[in-house]
């Protein structure tokens, strides 16, 4: 939690620093309440959540007057936690005890937002946690992208379950998988997938087969939609897209080290209603954070 928050305290421009640069000034015009607007919005915190925000700023400074810097910050960090949501469900179904069975997680997700690496790296926490994983590639559309997993699979001392070829069924991989981690007896099962697809339509049959095939042998716990940080309202739109064609549980944020966007956090679970479960703050092994409101707030706030 606390390498969230010094993470992001790094990362260039946190807004939440910039926010708290102009709430601070002696005399607050309107364009200064513009700026704060404009501030929220350029760090994708959604249109409707930046002028809640806005009208609750600017409520605080009317009732308190209150220019102590110290104060200022107080309060602009409260607001900002309570718009992240603290009251959100965000533990991984994995981490609960489970009836005498692995539990399920399916990676989703566009093409390139970090879905293999997060496996990967999901797989290390697991493992470090004294849990047993089976992984399972059921991107089946190249076959680099079974070899990535199984490249996360050997560094982190993990079985990855593949098929040879180009172009096989990404169902019956994910079938196997399941059959696997269930005689392995083992704790945990991930299975990656492909999001390189044309259309909703073929999205959702192809997610919907994965999902049905695993369901022979395991119930489905988790489904991890993986959003790229830096894309935007781009990613937005994709999220929805993903949460219509599968069920989705949780979002892991991805490339949160590269960007000044982390707002999205905000507007993401908003749209979905779904909890930011996990952050991705670079390509390393460990660079895989638990979200924490308060955490993710004081990084972006930065330094006191
Ligand atoms: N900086 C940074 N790069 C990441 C992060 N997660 C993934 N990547 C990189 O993003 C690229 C695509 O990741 P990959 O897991 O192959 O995406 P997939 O197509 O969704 O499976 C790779 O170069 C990863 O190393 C992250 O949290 N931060
Ligand atoms: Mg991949």
Redesign the pocket.
């Known amino acids: 939690m606390t390498r969230l928050k010094a993470r992001l305290a790094k990362s260039p421009n946190p807004f939440g620093k910039a926010l708290f640069a102009i709430l601070t000034k002696d005399h607050l015009s309107e364009s200064d309440w513009e700026d704060v607007e404009d501030t929220l919005l350029m760090a994708d915190v959604g249109a409707e959540a930046s002028e809640q925000l806005v009208k609750q700023l600017r409520d605080d400074a009317r009732i308190t007057g209150q220019k102590d810097p110290a104060a200022v910050r107080r309060g602009l960090r409260q607001r900002l936690i309570d718009l992240v949501d603290p009251n959100m469900d965000r533990t991984l179904a994995a981490t609960r005890p489970q009836a005498n069975r692995p539990s399920v997680i399916i990676m989703v997700?566009v093409?390139?937002?970090?879905?293999?690496?997060?496996a990967g790296k999901l797989a290390r926490l697991f493992v470090a946690d004294g849990k047993s994983v089976v992984m399972g590639a059921a991107?089946t559309f190249r076959a680099a992208a079974a070899d990535?997993l199984e490249t996360w699979g050997g560094k982190v001392g993990v079985p990855v379950v593949r098929s040879d070829r180009d172009g096989a069924d990404p169902a019956s991989v994910a079938f196997e998988a399941a059959e696997r981690a269930k005689n392995d007896q083992a704790d945990v099962l991930i299975v990656?997938t492909a999001?390189r697809l044309q259309n909703k339509a073929n999205l959702m049959d192809q997610l919907g087969k994965i999902r049905r095939v695993i369901e022979k042998n395991l119930p489905v716990d988790e489904v991890l939609l993986?959003l790229d940080a830096t894309t935007g309202q781009n990613g937005m739109i994709q999220a929805q897209v993903f949460a219509q064609a599968i069920g989705v549980t949780g979002i892991v944020l991805?490339?949160?080290?590269?960007s000044a966007k982390g707002g999205i956090v905000i507007s993401v679970q908003r749209e979905l209603g779904v909890p930011v479960k996990l952050v991705?703050?670079?390509?390393g092994p460990d660079?895989l954070a638990v979200f924490d409101p308060e955490s993710f707030v004081d990084g972006i706030l930065g330094d006191e």
């Open positions: 997700g093409n390139g937002t970090g879905k293999t690496t997060t991107d990535q990656d999001g993986v991805t490339k949160l080290d590269g991705g703050l670079g390509e660079d």
